[in-house]
């Protein structure tokens, strides 16, 4: 059951990672390039903060 929730978790941060992706190419191509930039900067945090997340999620299960 752990095992699925941890799934879930890491499959919703790369659901989260791929929509931010896709707004900052829709912005850039729109014309808004700062704000594409912006939001393009997001999709990094947001994969590091998912693994930091899911390690202290496995740490506090053993």
């Known amino acids: ?4 929730s941890t ?9 989260a990672a791929f929509v931010s992706f896709i707004l900052s190419v829709s912005l850039w191509f729109s014309g808004n ?4 930039i912006y939001v393009g900067i997001w999709v990094p945090s947001i994969l590091s903060f998912g693994a ?4 202290l999620r496995g ?3 053993e």
């Open 1 to 4: 059951m752990r095992k699925l």
């Open 52 to 55: 930091v997340a899911l390690q």
């Open 7 to 15: 799934i879930r978790a890491a499959a919703i941060i790369l659901v």
């Open 33 to 36: 390039e700062l704000q594409g």
């Open 59 to 61: 740490k506090g299960h």
